[in-house]
């Protein structure tokens, strides 16, 4: 366990008052209530369904914008190969 070998690696103090007053006055500390004082600020959430719903939509659309790449990738060779279309165009190698 990392915290155990962590714990026996170091000489720990419980902090002071001063050493929270010190957290908090540089930030970093989140919001903790030691003896009715607060100390700190902000807090932990987890990430709520809309950092989930972004992620996913993330997700759909980078795997989108793969496929059309490799399909682009392999179709877009064939519509460069030299040949005339119908309307007289022709497609160039490049």
Same mark, same amino acid.
């Given at each position: !366990?990392?915290?155990? +070998?962590?714990?026996?690696? &170091?000489?720990? &103090? ?10 908090? +006055?540089?930030? &970093?500390?989140? #919001?903790?209530?030691?003896? #009715? ?14 950092? /989930? ?5 993330? /997700?759909?659309?980078?795997? &989108? ?10 179709? #877009?060779?064939?519509? /460069?190969?030299?040949?005339? !279309? ?6 160039? /190698?490049?």
């Amino acid at each position: !366990n990392q915290c155990y +070998k962590f714990q026996t690696k &170091t000489d720990m &103090t419980p902090a002071s008052s001063s050493d929270l007053e010190l957290a908090t +006055k540089q930030g &970093t500390i989140l #919001g903790i209530k030691v003896d #009715g004082i607060h100390y700190g600020g902000g807090y932990y959430g987890v990430p709520g369904p809309g950092v /989930r719903v972004a992620k996913a939509t993330l /997700r759909v659309s980078l795997s &989108t914008m793969a496929l059309v790449l490799v399909f682009y990738y392999f179709y #877009g060779r064939k519509l /460069r190969w030299d040949h005339k !279309n119908d309307d007289g165009f022709e497609y160039s /190698r490049y």
